[in-house]
T-cell receptor
Framework: EDKVVQSPLSLVVHEGDTVTLNCSYEVTNFRSLLWYKQEKKAPTFLFML????IEKKSGRLSSILDKKELFSILNITATQTGDSAVYLC????????????FGTGTRLTIIP | NAGVMQNPRHLVRRRGQEARLRCSPM?????VYWYRQLPEEGLKFMVY????????ESGMPKERFSAEFPKEGPSILRIQQVVRGDSAAYFC???????????FGPGTRLTVL
């Protein structure tokens, strides 16, 4: 069974700090890894990663995938209170198996 | 371009009643996915549908739960004879084509009294 483990479970930092969120996975026929940000409602898509070693960047957020060691990290620099949310990592497999398998998330709290 | 729409946003049912949850995918998206999120747990896949077809229902309980995505209209997740354990947030997601990123709706929060 596919498995996604995120760490830490929760993280509290001060505004302006840099944070690194971790996601490790076990997937048969891995295709992609996705990061989402969930505030009170819908998970919001952040990144989709399919290739190892290529960093994806969007403003202060960046992510990279290591397919050899089976993990990904999500970095947020110069954190702001609006970054407070649960960050979800999910994996997708190949061969007609399009469902996403999610981790339980990392709850990030930014203190002003 | 409107995002994924779900309604109702909140639904309260008594044990034994039926719950119907609706999902309209993003414009142009023909792939719909339903996920369930229990309190303090991650999102769990339930079912994947394309227009008029159920592609993968491996995450959906065999009894009381059903899903459809008709040629016209929204996708419907139906829960018959609800029990307290069905209380959860139910999220719908859609994608443009297979293996594209999935975009999520705001969810329906079901409470069973």
């Amino acid at each position: 069974e596919d498995k996604v483990v995120q760490s830490p479970l929760s993280l509290v930092v001060h505004e302006g700090d840099t944070v690194t969120l971790n996601c490790s996975y076990e997937v048969t026929n891995f295709r992609s890894l996705l990061w989402y940000k969930q505030e009170k409602k819908a998970p919001t898509f952040l990144f989709m990663l399919t290739s190892s070693g290529i960093e994806k960047k969007s403003g202060r957020l960046s992510s990279i995938l290591d397919k050899k060691e089976l993990f990904s990290i999500l970095n947020i620099t110069a954190t702001q209170t609006g970054d407070s949310a649960v960050y979800l990592c999910a994996v997708e497999a190949n061969f007609g198996n399009e469902k996403l398998t999610f981790g339980t998330g990392t709850r990030l709290t930014i203190i002003p | 371009n409107a995002g994924v729409m779900q309604n109702p946003r909140h639904l309260v049912r008594r044990r034994g009643q039926e719950a119907r949850l609706r999902c309209s995918p993003m414009k142009g998206h023909s792939h719909v996915y339903w996920y369930r999120q229990l309190p303090e747990e991650g999102l769990k896949f339930m079912v994947y549908l394309q227009k008029e077809n159920i592609i993968d229902e491996s995450g959906m309980p065999k009894e009381r739960f059903s899903a459809e995505f008709p040629k016209e209209g929204p996708s419907i997740l139906r829960i018959q004879q609800v029990v307290r354990g069905d209380s959860a947030a139910y999220f719908c997601a859609s994608s443009l084509r297979e293996y594209n990123e999935q975009f999520f709706g705001p969810g329906t929060r079901l409470t069973v009294l």
